[in-house]
C-alpha cells in the first residue's frame, strides 16, 4: 500500500492516540508527548495505517529517519517493511531509525541481520527508577534527598505548595520559562525545547499530559510535564525545571509532580543525559533500576540498489 504522509499537527493528537503503547517499549517516545515537543527540530510527518498503524518520518541534519512503528508487536515487521518500502522507492534513500527502541530491535531481530547497521547510542540511553522509591525517597539511598527536602519545607513553611496546572495557568508558565531560559546560554537544542513547551502548552486542550508546579509566595519556580505510558505502568518526565537558586526544589519538584500526577506509576522514565557529565550525576544520584537502550539503525545499500 502507498503511504501518505503529511505533517504532523496538534489536532491530531486525539486521533493518533489510540497507536501509542500498544507494544512493549519503555522509551520516553512511547507516548506522544516528546513528538510534540520537539517537532520543531524534527519536523515530523506522520502516515496513519487505519486501526493499526501510526508511521512517523523526520528530519535531522538534510537527512530523513523513521521512527519505530507505532503498532502492536504481531504488526510490526509488516510495518517495518512498509517504512522500508517508502524510504527506498519513495525518498530514495535507506531505512533509517536514530533512536530505535530496545525492544523493537529484539523482537525484529536487526542485530544479527547482515541487512542492517545496528549500533547503540549509549549518550541517549533512558534511566528508569522505582516509581515508589521516587514518591518516598525511604532509606539510606535517598536520605541527603529527602534532608534536602525538609530543609526547603523548615525554610519555606506556610509560603509554598504543589499545584497541578493546566492551561489556565499558561501566562504564569511562560513567565516561568522566560525566567529559567534567560539565564542559559541558548542553542539550537535548548531554542528548540522552549519552544516546544510553548507548542504544547498552547494546545494542551488537544493534547494528553500532565503538568505541575511549586509556587513560592504565589510565584511560580518550579515546573514539570509528563505523560504515561498504561502498558508499561510507566511515568515519563518529559520537562523538570526550577530555580536553581532555591536548595531543594529540584527534589523537591521530582517527588511531588510523582505524588500528584502518577501516584500508581511503577516504573519512571527520566529520559537520557545526552552525554552530559552533569545531567548524568543528577540522573545517577537518583539511583536507575535499570536503563532503556535506544539504538541508531541503518539500512544497508549495495550499489546495484542504489
Known sequence: MELKFQPLSSFQAAELRPYVALRHDR????????????????????????????LLCLRSENASFAAMPYCREA??????????????????????FWLADEESVQVLGLQSDPDYIVREQSDLKDYLYDGEALRTLSGKLYHKKLNLIHKFS???????????????????VVEFLDRWFAQREMDESLTAERDG???????????????????IDGTLEALSIGSENALERMA???????NPEIPGLYQLINQQFLLHAFPNAELVNREDDMGHEGLRRA??????IAFERKYYVEQVVSNHQE
Open 75 to 96: 504488526d510490526l515487521k509488516r510495518n517495518f517493511d512498509r517504512l522500508k518500502d517508502y524510504f527506498n522507492g519513495v525518498l530514495h534513500s535507506p531505512l533509517r
Open 27 to 54: 522509551s520516553c517516545d512511547s507516548t506522544l508527548l516528546d513528538t510534540y515537543l520537539w517537532a520543531d527540530y524534527y519536523d515530523p510527518s506522520v502516515a496513519v495505517i487505519e486501526g493499526e498503524a501510526m
Open 283 to 288: 540522573k545517577e544520584s537518583y539511583h536507575p
Open 154 to 172: 523548615r525554610l519555606y513553611e506556610g509560603r509554598w505548595e504543589y499545584r497541578a496546572l493546566d492551561a489556565s495557568a499558561a501566562d504564569m
Open 197 to 215: 513547551i510553548l507548542y504544547v502548552l498552547r494546545h494542551s486542550a488537544l493534547m494528553d499530559f500532565r503538568m505541575g508546579g511549586i509556587l
Open 236 to 242: 515519563i518526565i518529559s520537562v523538570e525545571k526550577a
